[in-house]
């Protein structure tokens, strides 16, 4: 009977070991998932404000293209200098706010990694 009984404690630990294993592992993936929809997220971000960056600066060179048409090309290129430069300063705060959040999600999936 004791033989059994070890057998059948043995058995009932090993289960328990396992059920506990796999729950850290259901953990680990979906801390992984929530990291993955968080790049998601910000990968959508990044394609609005490309979006929004792209529509302003259009819009800024039609708006003055049409003030341009009648001056001499050193006035034309200067006043595309002025659109391109706007358009840079857009871009650069994007990629700053881009950076800034994708440092946030690989610190947090860093974190999450070593939990």
Known sequence: MGFIRGVIAGVAVATGAAAWYM???????????????K?????DEIDERTR???????????????????LAPEGVADT???????????????AAGVEAK????KKQSKDAATD
């Open 23 to 37: 729950s850290k592992a259901g953990e680990r993936f979906r801390n992984q998932y929530r990291v993955d929809r």
């Open 39 to 43: 790049l998601g997220e910000l990968g």
């Open 52 to 70: 929004e960056v792209r529509a302003r600066a259009g819009a800024q060179v039609a708006e003055l293209r049409s003030p341009a048409d009648g």
């Open 80 to 94: 595309l200098d002025d659109a391109e430069a706007a358009a840079a300063e857009a871009a650069a705060e994007m």
């Open 102 to 105: 994708a440092a946030k999600v």
